[in-house]
C-alpha cells in the first residue's frame, strides 16, 4: 500500500514539473518574441505576444513591465480619441503591476511621479479635475507647476495677478531634530495614532491634512 502511495504522490510530481515546465517554455518563447520586436522597435508586432504574456503570467519577468511601458507609449502616439484614452489607462494600470509584481525592482516614488505626470499630460483627455492632479502630486511641486500654468496663460505681469490673492494665515516651517532612523518611526506611530475630524488624510509625501477651508 505504501509503495503503491509513494508511486502516486511521484507521477503527481513529475505530472507537475512537465506542466510547469511546458509553462516556462511557452512563457520564454513569448518573451524572446516580443522582446525582439520591441528592440527592433516594432512596437506593433511586439503588441500581441506581450499582452499574451502579461495576462497569462505577469511575474514572469520585470522585462514585460521594461519593454511595456515602451510598447504602450508607442500605441499612445499613434492612437486618437477613445482607443488613446485606452491605452493611457493600460500604461497607468502597468505602473501599478510593476509596484505590485516587482516591488523590489521598482522605485515607488518614480512610478508614482510617472503616473501622475501621464495623468497631467492628458487631464483633458482624461477628463480629471484639478482636485485628482493636486491630490496625485507631491503638493509643493503641484502647486508650483500650476503656478506657472496659470502666469503662463495670463497676459498681465505676475504682480498684478498676486495683488488680486486674498490674505490668509500661514505659520513659519517648524523643524523637530531627530536621530538618524527616528523619523519613520515616528511617522509610523503619527499615522497610525492620529485623527482629525472632518478631514481628509495625504499620504503622498509624509501626511497632510486638508480641511475644507485650509491644510
Known amino acids: 500500500m505504501k509503495t503503491k502511495i509513494t508511486l502516486l504522490i511521484a507521477i503527481l510530481f513529475l505530472s507537475f514539473n ?18 525582439e520586436y520591441a528592440k527592433a522597435k516594432n512596437y506593433d508586432a511586439a503588441y500581441g505576444p506581450w499582452m499574451e504574456l502579461r495576462k ?35 500604461l497607468i494600470k502597468l505602473y501599478s503591476e510593476r509596484l505590485t509584481n516587482f516591488a523590489s525592482k521598482t522605485k515607488k516614488g518614480e512610478f ?24 496625485c502630486f507631491d503638493d509643493a511641486l503641484y502647486s508650483a507647476a ?25 505659520t513659519p516651517e517648524l523643524n523637530v531634530p531627530m536621530a538618524e532612523g527616528e523619523p519613520p518611526v515616528f511617522m509610523e506611530k503619527l499615522l497610525t495614532s492620529a485623527h482629525f475630524e472632518d478631514a481628509r488624510i495625504a499620504t503622498i509625501d509624509g501626511m497632510r491634512v486638508e480641511f475644507e477651508r485650509g491644510w
Do not use: H, W
Request: a neutral charge; charged letters at 30%; one cysteine or more.
Open 146 to 170: 500650476r503656478l506657472l500654468e496659470i502666469l503662463a496663460n495670463d497676459a498681465r505681469s505676475s504682480s498684478e495677478v498676486f495683488a488680486e490673492l486674498p490674505d490668509s494665515v500661514n
Open 56 to 90: 497569462r503570467n505577469p511575474k514572469f519577468n520585470n522585462a514585460i513591465n521594461i519593454y511595456g511601458e515602451r510598447i504602450l507609449k508607442d500605441k499612445i502616439k499613434k492612437s486618437t480619441g477613445a482607443e488613446k484614452v485606452a491605452f493611457i489607462n493600460d
Open 18 to 35: 512537465v506542466v510547469s515546465a511546458q509553462g516556462n517554455e511557452e512563457d520564454m518563447n513569448s518573451l524572446s518574441i516580443f522582446v
Open 112 to 135: 508614482m511621479a510617472k503616473t501622475c505626470q501621464l495623468k497631467y499630460d492628458n487631464k483633458k483627455l482624461l477628463n480629471i479635475g484639478k482636485e485628482e492632479l493636486y491630490n
